[in-house]
């Protein structure tokens, strides 16, 4: 079987369970196809010196590997100072290659460095969408699949009343991995909607909050949840979008990411072009007040194919163009 070396600084790790899991999950999904190992450096936890402390690491596991799979432009970099030149490379992306980098940083120096590491792949995976400058197959749109699995419908007065929520109330959810205040998720437009919706129709709606949960918690919230509303300035290929449809729970979204390719066509969702809290808060209204068939969203999100196992197969695919 291939052996892939996978560097990730993104994982789940202890008080953390939500850290990176859509990395471990699509690790695991391929677990029967090839012989996977993973250097996970917790720079989240540790700091950047996590990522010096890494390079021997590096060194050493891909003597034993087939290929290299690096998650995060940073990995890559990691990979290339560790000296490792005869290995075949694949690069994913997490974000919109232009948010990769998160340092105070020059625009053109973020935009140097992504497209050095481009250059220097030997394949290139987008979450969102392949940047229009960027052709050949080289480079390919795969976002992460979602466990349909496990995120399939459950009776929503069961979830809310495993969670401990008000039967009478509709919840609107917000997910933010992490922390709530991560600048790119918006929370304060978020806030701002619920504002509004309890100004226009006080006493019905409640916000509920995704963030430091264990997969068991998050399948209940997006079960609970009447709508989830994704507010953020910008994305990869949302996660929270994918497992959200898959347990037939609505989706108001705005333009971030591929966040609109996963809702098109979808029963009940509705992509945002210009944000007005007001006009957002009276369109969630529309659509929670409708007879929403939690049975036709799922089933038209996962005949798009974003499922873990299609996923898998298609990453299986990409490794076997090297090894």
Not at 4 to 33: D, M, R, V, W
Not at 67 to 77: A, G
């Amino acid at each position: 079987m291939k052996k892939i070396l996978h560097i990730t600084n993104a994982y789940p790790y202890e008080g953390h369970p939500e850290y990176g899991c859509f990395i471990k999950e699509q690790i695991e999904s391929i677990s029967a196809l090839v012989l996977n190992s993973v250097l996970f450096v917790n720079a989240h936890r540790d700091g950047k010196k996590a990522y010096f402390e890494a390079i021997k690491s590096i060194r050493e596991l891909a003597t034993e590997a087939d290929l290299v799979h690096c998650h995060h432009v940073f990995s890559f970099i990691l990979f290339k100072l560790s000296g490792v030149r005869d290995k075949p490379v694949v690069l994913s992306f997490l974000n919109d290659w232009t948010k990769e980098i998160k340092f105070n940083v020059p625009e053109f120096l973020k935009g140097v460095i992504c497209r050095t590491a481009c250059l220097l792949s030997d394949k290139v995976i987008f979450k969102s969408f392949v940047p229009s400058q960027l052709n050949g197959s080289k480079f390919t749109y795969l976002p992460n699949g979602v466990d349909e699995n496990t995120f399939n419908i459950i009776e929503r007065a069961q979830a809310k009343s495993q969670l401990g929520l008000d039967l009478e109330k509709d919840y609107v959810l917000f997910v933010s991995s992490k922390n709530l205040y991560r600048k790119q998720k918006r929370y304060d437009i978020f806030t701002e909607t619920m504002k509004q919706l309890n100004h226009i129709y006080p006493g019905r709606y409640c916000e509920l909050t995704m963030s430091i949960d264990d997969r068991t918690t998050a399948l209940l919230k997006f079960n609970a949840a009447s709508l989830h509303y994704l507010s953020s300035d910008y994305e990869g290929s949302p996660n929270s979008v994918k497992e959200s449809l898959s347990c037939g729970t609505p989706v108001i979204t705005r333009q971030a990411g591929s966040a609109s390719d996963l809702v098109d066509s979808v029963a009940s969702c509705f992509v945002i072009d210009d944000f007005d809290a007001k006009l957002v808060a009276k369109k969630i209204d529309d659509i929670v007040s409708s007879d929403v068939d939690r049975e036709l969203i799922r089933r038209q999100f996962l005949a798009k194919g974003f499922t873990k196992e299609a996923t898998a197969e298609k990453l299986v695919n990409i490794y076997s163009e090297f090894v």
